[in-house]
């Protein structure tokens, strides 16, 4: 029983993290209708933009969570402006196809300006606490109270101020918000700014939990994160919060009792069985196309 707990433990940690980075795919998708491929890539250059400050810079833990987070920001909204935005009235296939590029190209990139080799940063883990059932680091515990203030901070915005409210207008029908007199490109250029800082504060956590850095870190984490988003529900910021929460527990509890080298299998056979089951998602009741909470 403490073996299946300490999974749990373990399955919250790793939704903490999922879950930041879902919710920044679903509002891309939310306010341009583009599944960005990316996205991944947004996280490796928040992890590798904080790896720098550290490195170079001598910074905190703290200053380079904030460094991560205005490199996260600042590639969201060049993607939207260099990439999104220019493939707006093509075929969704073709936008696709472009993040598909644009991410071989970033990665690329990240592959010749810091090599192939791992890299990690050198913040103590602090000691291991028991907090009830559960085992958890001092940075453990950390990430998953960050996650919960981002979750708010998202909520506030979204629910009580005019850029939230514009926002969810732009997510429902871009054209009827811009002649109702909202600037709807100002919007999705704010709402990919948004994603970006928080891709890029996940990719800083996810780099320091798993302890190493390569620029390929963002593949399988955007896996997860589709996953999470529409096994959750595609366009809902707090479905898709849900459903990192439960993809996270879904994979930790079936690699301790089978093995870690299937957890990606697992991830992706749950989200075969969410689909034919809940193709809205499992926390939506009809389509989830619209950003609401």
């Known amino acids: ?49 904080a790896y720098v400050g550290e490195t170079n810079f001598h910074l905190n833990l703290y200053m380079c969570a904030v460094v991560a987070t205005i490199a996260g920001s600042l590639a969201g909204m060049g993607l939207n402006f260099f990439l999104i935005e220019q493939f707006r009235n093509q075929k969704a296939l073709s936008t696709l196809i472009a993040t598909l590029g644009a991410s071989l190209i970033l990665q690329n990139l990240l592959l010749i300006g810091f090599g192939g080799a791992s890299v990690s940063y050198s913040f103590a883990q602090g000691n291991l606490l028991h907090v009830g059932p559960f085992l958890w680091t001092v940075l453990t515990i950390k990430v998953m109270i960050s996650t919960l203030i981002v979750a708010a901070i998202i909520y506030v915005m979204i629910q009580r101020t005019r850029i939230g409210k514009a926002l969810r207008a732009v997510s429902q029908n871009r054209d009827l918000a811009r002649v109702s007199g909202i600037p709807a490109r100002q919007v999705v250029m704010h709402t990919w ?17 798993v302890g190493t850095i390569t620029p390929s870190i ?20 707090y479905a898709t919060l849900g459903g990192a929460l439960v993809l996270g527990l879904v994979m930790s509890i079936a690699g301790t009792y089978t093995s870690s080298a299937y957890q990606l299998v697992i991830a992706f056979g749950f989200l075969v069985v969410m689909l034919l089951i809940k193709p809205n998602g499992i926390f939506v009741r009809g389509k989830a196309q619209m950003v609401r909470a």
């Open 1 to 49: 029983m403490s073996i299946f707990w300490i999974s749990i433990g373990m399955g919250l940690a790793v939704a903490a993290i999922l879950a930041l980075s879902a919710v920044a795919f679903t509002l891309e998708y939310a306010v341009s209708r583009v599944v960005n491929l990316a996205h991944g890539e947004v996280l490796t250059i928040g992890a590798y933009a």
């Open 193 to 209: 700014a948004l994603a970006g800082a928080v891709s890029g504060f996940a990719g800083f956590l996810y780099g320091e939990t």
């Open 218 to 237: 963002g593949n399988g984490f955007l896996l997860l994160s589709i996953t999470a988003a529409v096994g959750g529900g595609l366009g809902r910021p």
